[in-house]
């Protein structure tokens, strides 16, 4: 069972806007850091933006200015707003979260291997 899971994904034309929501499963779960992935077919998986327990955020640069990623009011819980969505968003969204430790600080928020925990991922797709 994945402890961490996505949800918000679907279908929209270029232009819109899609709005990603991730929930741990677990009532104990802690993290200091979560993020959002993605992956395309035959691409490689990766990081869209991050946030950390204080609130610093990081942005691929593709993401930078049309994505919004924040924390809600329950702990553990992470969203991703998707503005202005073209073709090349197309992908399978993950989203990702770090178990708490502090060896996890060694790791860019952007590298895979930061993150012990991932949901099953949700999909975007987006036409022309």
């Known amino acids: 069972q994945a402890p961490l899971v996505e949800s918000g994904g679907g279908s929209v034309q270029a232009g819109g806007s899609l709005r990603l929501s991730c929930q741990a499963s677990?009532?104990?779960?802690?993290?200091?850091?979560m993020a959002w992935f993605r992956q395309a077919p035959g691409k490689e998986r990766d990081g869209v933006a991050s946030?950390?327990?204080?609130?610093?955020?990081w942005y691929s640069a593709s993401a930078k200015g049309r994505f919004t990623i924040s924390k809600g009011d329950a702990e553990n819980t992470v969203f991703l707003q998707m503005n202005n969505l073209n073709p090349e968003d197309t992908a399978m969204y993950y989203c990702?979260?770090?178990?708490?430790?502090?060896?996890?600080?060694?790791?860019?928020?952007?590298?895979?291997?930061?993150?012990?925990?991932w949901g099953q991922g949700t999909q975007v797709t987006v036409s022309s």
């Open positions: 990702a979260a770090d178990d708490g430790r502090s060896s996890s600080d060694y790791y860019d928020d952007n590298d895979p291997e930061k993150y012990s925990y």
């Open positions: 946030i950390d327990e204080n609130g610093f955020t």
């Open positions: 677990g009532s104990t779960f802690v993290s200091n850091y």
